[in-house]
């Protein structure tokens, strides 16, 4: 039986009263039998203030991105022996506003995926299709190029310890939903394509779907046979909120 996921993707978004604030609610909330794994990605400046608040907790934490190159002369990059050194276990590789924003292709996704995983970090692997791929009929074929370019690279025994995020583009901060059966229908195409190689990773492996998630909409959506959780954008920047998504669902 796979664990549900929740987990809060900052984005750039925070200061130290927010982190303070944020996190020892967290922190007063969570128990370890919750039956609901939390994590946060804060944006680097915060993760050793996140490391001092979260340490003795079951609350996880990790990088929003990495450069996959070893310490080195790389300007304002961050490497995954870092992230280690201030106690993440996660790293989200392929986030939609790295490939659009900043230019990430699926090559680029896959060093950086592989770099993680070398260095002991679990890897979560964002993938999905803009509103012009879903309306071409093209959402499938995005989705599995977006993973094949990791297995091609990393081969499917990388995915042992990672996660993959399902997040529809037209989804993310804009208050549109992925429906239910939407979301569920990707998952299955997922997790049936890791299966073709792989049944024990693609049975264990959890599958985060992420795009507006919210109190109203997350328990019908992790309901869902592959719906292993989510990946939480705005609604995980007040604890009320992020809370009350995780209440939603026990
Ligand atoms: P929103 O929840 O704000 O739509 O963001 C989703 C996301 O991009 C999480 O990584």
Request: proline share 4%; hydrophobic share 40%; aromatic share 6%.
């Amino acid at each position: 039986m796979r664990k549900i996921l929740l987990a809060g993707n900052w984005k750039m978004h925070g200061s130290k009263a927010m982190v303070d604030t944020l996190l020892n609610a967290l922190l007063s909330a969570s128990k370890p039998d919750d039956g609901v794994d939390l994590a946060v990605f804060p944006p680097f400046p915060y993760l050793q203030r996140t490391q001092n608040i979260l340490r003795a907790s079951v609350i996880a934490w990790g990088g929003q991105t990495l450069n996959p190159e070893p310490p080195g002369a790389h300007t304002g990059e961050v490497c995954a022996p870092m992230l280690l050194d201030f106690g993440c276990r996660y790293v989200l590789v392929g986030h939609s506003e790295r490939r659009t924003l900043y230019g990430e292709n699926d090559a680029d996704v896959a060093w950086r995926f592989e770099a993680a995983r070398k260095a002991g970090l679990e890897p979560v692997l964002c993938v999905g299709e803009t509103l012009e791929q879903r309306e071409a009929g093209a959402t499938e074929e995005i989705v599995s190029r977006q993973i094949s370019a990791v297995i091609d690279r990393c081969g499917i025994g990388a995915f042992d310890s990672a996660t993959i995020a399902y997040e529809p583009v037209w989804a993310i901060g804009t208050g549109k939903t992925a429906t239910p059966d939407q979301a569920q229908e990707i998952h299955a195409f997922i997790r049936d394509k890791l299966g073709r190689l792989d049944g024990i990773i693609s049975r264990q492996i959890r599958i985060l779907y992420g795009g507006s998630v919210n109190r109203s909409n997350a328990a019908d959506l992790f309901a869902r046979d592959d719906i292993d959780g989510g990946l939480v954008g705005g609604a995980s920047l007040k604890a009320a909120d992020f809370l009350a998504i995780r209440d939603a669902i026990l």
